[in-house]
């Protein structure tokens, strides 16, 4: 999705639907979803070595 516009396209499309979103990322990519509002909860979880944070956006 990076530098398409289809992530921040895709975010707006479920906001539409008036609930909380929830993802999971890895450290790298934070940045991206903190500048489309989500914040980062305390929650991780490791998959294949890679530590996954939990992102959450409320409605």
């Not at 530098?3 to 979103?21: A, Q």
């Not at 450290?27 to 070595?49: A, H, N, Q, T």
């Amino acid at each position: 999705f990076r530098g398409r516009g289809i992530g921040k396209k895709l975010v707006k499309e479920l906001e539409n639907l008036g609930r909380d979103l929830i993802t999971y990322a890895r450290e790298e990519v934070i940045p991206f979803f903190e500048e489309l509002g989500f914040e980062r909860k305390d929650k991780y979880y490791s998959y294949m070595g890679i530590k996954f944070l939990k992102l959450v956006k409320r409605k």
